[in-house]
């Protein structure tokens, strides 16, 4: 199992998720599986998805990008600069991107 923590100041999380079509990031710290990143950045990302969430529809759930490096240049979480955190809603299975995944390794 993998644990994902992002500390970020509440208010400016807030006006993020409330202006989540201007795809700006702010500063967060992330720790994964107890590694901790500081000052990472952190935006809503997707496009239809977005559009989706932002606009009241049928979710909530936003899904993020987070770029490691964003305000540190060079930064990484064990080697790696970006990640993205997708919110699923095109995929009621949850298979989708595990099984592309999957392929990957083959």
């Known amino acids: 199992m993998i644990k994902i923590n992002i500390d970020a100041d509440e208010d400016a999380f807030r006006s993020m998720l409330d202006n989540a079509t201007q ?28 559009n989706m969430v932002a ?17 540190i240049k060079g930064q990484t979480l064990l080697g790696l600069d970006k990640l993205a955190l997708n919110n699923m809603t095109g995929d009621a299975t949850y298979m989708k991107e595990y099984l592309s995944y999957e392929g990957r390794k083959a």
């Open 23 to 50: 795809e700006e990031y702010i500063n967060c710290d992330v720790t994964i599986n107890g590694v901790t990143v500081n000052e990472a950045g952190i935006r809503p990302k997707g496009n239809s998805s977005l």
């Open 55 to 71: 606009s009241g529809g049928s979710s909530d759930r936003f899904s993020f990008k987070i770029e490691f490096d964003h305000f």
